[in-house]
């Protein structure tokens, strides 16, 4: 099979013949699909398609559509997918860019949408080649524009790099004082936590925030009355001493169980059921759920976590509780007084 010449990743039919194939070559590697299609008149390989993620794929129709206009900055959840941030639990849609020299609409197409809006100069940043808005600016754009249970799960894996800063995104959403669905970006940017080490949990904690329960301490670590280590906990709820564990039950699923070797299916069982009775046993109380309660039930998961908080207390609390493994980083309890009701 004949070898393609150095290509960009994305290409047309002018760049394959500047590189030196003929029109006939290049007529044969799209019947023989070699190449793939996308956008209008533009293409990648094949093997590069096939090979690519989601954030990948939808970075690929990025760059298709980019080419039509050199003014334009990649923005919203496709500069999310640049800086590598993940994927929204909807799926990517169109090609989204900002036109900070537009004073009119948004213009849609098939492939991608454009939105007018002002960009100041630190908002721009060069990656691999391409204009692209800031992560600041990024996180601002798409805690305003998509649920909460998408935009904090991406920011928080971009606070999480040191890609950027609470105070960089502070900065950017005073810049956009007045813009549309500011005060929305302004809620959701007091759920972020880098701390948070999974798109679940991120998503589950201010999904719940979203129904009035305050997102909880993440990733504590757990110790019992004599100094043995438990485990690290994805959220801890104080005063209350609640623990949520928003990946656990999905190991019990019988879908999950079901690709597993049975004999690894049963130790794994029995690891989440020994590290769940270790953490009770220290006086915490303990709430599971996993992906389908928190997209298809998260009403009754909500009412299940307000019980447990309601019937919990640090009074039953025989262990001690770290930020880390060191044993100097205690986490200050008096900080998390109980409330009257406790």
């Not at 104080?238 to 049963?266: F, M, N, T």
């Amino acid at each position: 099979m004949p070898t393609d010449p150095p290509l960009p990743r994305i290409f047309t039919r002018s760049d394959a013949l500047a590189a030196g194939l003929t029109r006939h070559a290049v007529a044969h590697r799209l019947a023989t699909c070699r190449w793939r299609t996308i956008g209008r008149g533009a293409f990648c390989l094949q093997q590069q398609w096939d090979a690519a993620d989601a954030r990948s794929r939808h970075v690929l129709h990025v760059l298709a559509e980019s080419r039509y206009d050199e003014g334009l900055v990649i923005s919203h959840e496709s500069a999310a997918a640049v800086h590598g941030w993940p994927v929204p639990w909807a799926g990517y849609s169109l090609a989204t860019f900002t036109d900070g020299r537009a004073n009119g609409k948004n213009l849609r197409s098939a492939h991608r949408l454009v939105r007018a809006a002002p960009l100041a100069a630190p908002d721009v940043v060069a990656r691999e080649g391409l204009r692209v808005t800031s992560p600041a600016r990024t996180a601002a754009d798409v805690l305003r524009h998509l649920p909460a249970s998408e935009s904090v799960a991406m920011v928080d894996v971009a606070l999480r790099l040191g890609q950027t800063s609470r105070a960089a995104i502070d900065e950017v959403l005073r810049r956009q004082a007045g813009w549309t669905h500011v005060p929305r970006a302004r809620l959701a940017r007091e759920w972020l936590d880098p701390r948070r080490d999974s798109y679940l949990e991120s998503s589950s904690f201010a999904l719940l925030a979203s129904r009035g329960i305050l997102p909880p301490l993440s990733q504590v670590h757990v110790y019992d009355a004599a100094g043995r280590f438990v485990g690290i906990v994805d959220g801890l709820w104080l005063p209350e001493g609640v623990v949520g564990e928003c990946d656990g039950r999905s190991k019990y699923d019988l879908d999950v169980i079901g690709r597993l070797d049975p004999v690894e299916a049963r130790r794994q069982i029995l690891r989440e059921k020994a590290r769940e009775d270790a953490l009770r046993s220290t006086g915490l109380g303990v709430v599971r759920w996993g992906t389908y309660e928190v997209r298809h039930r998260l009403d009754d998961l909500a009412t299940t976590v307000r019980s447990a908080l309601a019937r919990g207390g640090l009074t039953r609390f025989t262990g001690q509780l770290r930020w880390s493994s060191s044993p100097t980083d205690l986490v200050d309890l008096r900080r998390y007084p109980p409330s009257s009701g406790s």
